[in-house]
C-alpha cells in the first residue's frame, strides 16, 4: 500500500470520527433528558467521551496532513483538496484550543459540523498528489497558507458561536417586525449552510453515477507568426447542464428528468474560463439547498432556527458571546500575519509587487477590514450580544465567499487554487 492511500484512509477515518464525536456531544446534550443520573453529571461524562473522540478524529487527521506531505515532497496545501482538507484540520484544532478553555459540550455540536463539511467539499476536488508550478516553489507556501487557514479556523469556531448565541437569543414566538427580521436572518445564514452541504451532495452523487456533459467551441487566435488559427476547445460538466456555456455545442448530454438539452446559455457577457460551468453550479446549489430547507422544515414542522434552538436554551448567553468574541480575537492577529503581512512579502519575492489588487488579494483585505471593525466595534463601543454575534456570522460567510467564491468563480492570480 503505498503513501498516498494511506493518507486517504485516515482522512476517511478521521471524517467518521468525527462525525461519531459530533453524535456524542448531541447525546451529552439530549441524552440527560432520559439519565436516571443527573443532568450535569451525564453532560461533563458524555462530553469528555465525545471530546476525547475528537482528539482521536484530529490525530488521524494529523497523521493523513504528514503522510500527503511525503508523499508529495512539499507541504499539502497547494490545490483547493488539500487547503480545504488542512483548514478542516485547524477548524478542529481550534475548536479542540476553545473546548478546553470552556469545557462546554454543546460548542462541539456546532463547530463540528462546519468542520467535516469543509472535509466534505475538499472531497469534491482531484485529489491525486500534483506537482508544485513554479508559483508556488517557495518555502513561503508553508508560512502564509498555515497562518491565513488557522486565522480563518478560528473565525470558523467563532462563527459557530454566534450562531449558537443567535439560536439562543432570537425569539420565534415573537412577532414584531425587529423579531421577524432576526428570524428571517437565522433562517438565512442555515439556508446557506444546507446550500453547502446540496453542493457537495449534488457533486458526489452525480459524479459517483459517472454523469458527464460535454460542449465544444472553436476559438480563433492568433499565432507568434500572426497567422489565425482555430482551435477546438471543450468544457465538461458533472452536473446536468441547466445553463449551456455562450457560443458552444452540445457534444454529449446524458437525460436527466426528461431533460435532454440545457435550458438556457449563459449569457454573452459571461465570459472567463468555465463561466457558464460556474453559473451552473450556483444554481443546482441554489435549487438543492431549497429542496434540502424545505425537507427539513416539513420534518421539523417550523423555522429550523425554532428547531435547533432548544439545544442552546440552557446556555448562558454570556458564555457563548464570550466564546465567539474570543475566538476572533485569537484568530485574528493570526490571519493578519499570514493573509497580509506574509502574503504580501511573497507577493514581492514571486511577482516583484507587494500587492496588484488581484481578487484573492482584496477580499483578504476586506475580510481583515471587516473583523478589524468588528473588535473595533466590540472593544469602544460595546458592541456585544446579538450585535456581535450577527458580526460573527456575516464575518464568516465573507470569509467563505473568499476561499470559495473567489477561488472558483472569479478569474485571478490565484486561480491555480481552484484546479
Given amino acids: 500500500m503505498n503513501v498516498n492511500s494511506v493518507s486517504s484512509t485516515f482522512l476517511l477515518i478521521a471524517f467518521f470520527v468525527y462525525l461519531l464525536a459530533f453524535f456524542l456531544f448531541v447525546l451529552s446534550i439530549t441524552g440527560k433528558r432520559w439519565s436516571n443520573r443527573k443532568p450535569e453529571e451525564h453532560t461533563r ?8 473522540t475528537s482528539v482521536v478524529g484530529f490525530a488521524c487527521h494529523v497523521t493523513f496532513f ?3 506531505w511525503a508523499e508529495g515532497d512539499h507541504i499539502p496545501t497547494s490545490n483547493m483538496y488539500e487547503f480545504m482538507t ?8 481550534a475548536f479542540l484550543i476553545v473546548y478546553l478553555i470552556y469545557r462546554t459540550p454543546v460548542l462541539g455540536v456546532f463547530a463540528l459540523p462546519i468542520g467535516f463539511i469543509i472535509i466534505a ?4 476536488f482531484p485529489s491525486e498528489v500534483q506537482p508544485l508550478i513554479p508559483a508556488l516553489q517557495s518555502y513561503w507556501l508553508k508560512i502564509h497558507v498555515t497562518t491565513a487557514a488557522t486565522g480563518e479556523a478560528f473565525f470558523a469556531v467563532g462563527f459557530a458561536g ?12 415573537e412577532t414584531t417586525k425587529n ?17 453547502l452541504v446540496a453542493f457537495i451532495a449534488s457533486i458526489f452523487t452525480f459524479n ?3 454523469y458527464k456533459a460535454v460542449f465544444s467551441k472553436d476559438v480563433i487566435v492568433t499565432n507568434a507568426q500572426g497567422v489565425q488559427e482555430t482551435n477546438h476547445t471543450t468544457e465538461t460538466y458533472v452536473l446536468p447542464p441547466i445553463v449551456q456555456p455562450y457560443d458552444t455545442k452540445v457534444v454529449e448530454m446524458k437525460s436527466f428528468l426528461g431533460m435532454s438539452e440545457p435550458l438556457f446559455t449563459a449569457p454573452s457577457w459571461m465570459e472567463g474560463a468555465s463561466a457558464g460551468r ?3 453550479t450556483v444554481i443546482w446549489s441554489i435549487l438543492g439547498g431549497l429542496i434540502l430547507y424545505a425537507l427539513a422544515r416539513l420534518v421539523a414542522r417550523k423555522p429550523l432556527g425554532a428547531a435547533i434552538g432548544p439545544i442552546v436554551k440552557g446556555m448562558d448567553a454570556e458564555d457563548l458571546d464570550e466564546i465567539s468574541y474570543r475566538a476572533i480575537a485569537i484568530g485574528y492577529p493570526i490571519f493578519t500575519l499570514g493573509a497580509l503581512i506574509f502574503a504580501m512579502i511573497w507577493a514581492q519575492e514571486a511577482w516583484g509587487r507587494f500587492w496588484g489588487w488581484d481578487p484573492k488579494e482584496v477580499w483578504a483585505l476586506i475580510t481583515w477590514l471587516f473583523y478589524a471593525v468588528f473588535l473595533h466595534l466590540r472593544l469602544s463601543k460595546g458592541w456585544q450580544g446579538k450585535k456581535s454575534a450577527w458580526l460573527t456570522v456575516i464575518g464568516f460567510i465573507v470569509v467563505m465567499f473568499t476561499l470559495v467564491g473567489v477561488n472558483l468563480v472569479i478569474a485571478g492570480l490565484h486561480s491555480y487554487a481552484g484546479v
Avoid at 467539499?121 to 469534491?124: E, I, K, L, P
Wanted: glycine content about 10%; overall charge positive; hydrophobic content about 50%.
Fill in 45 to 52: 461524562q458524555w462530553g469528555f467521551v465525545a471530546f476525547i
Fill in 66 to 68: 504528514f503522510t500527503r
Fill in 86 to 93: 488542512f483548514l478542516g484540520m485547524m477548524i478542529m484544532c
Fill in 121 to 124: 467539499y475538499a472531497s469534491v
Fill in 162 to 173: 454566534g450562531l449558537m448565541y443567535l439560536l439562543r437569543s432570537v425569539d420565534y414566538t
Fill in 179 to 195: 423579531d421577524k427580521k432576526e428570524q428571517r436572518g437565522v433562517e438565512l445564514t442555515l439556508f446557506f449552510i444546507l446550500m
Fill in 208 to 210: 459517483g453515477s459517472g
Fill in 278 to 280: 460556474k453559473l451552473n
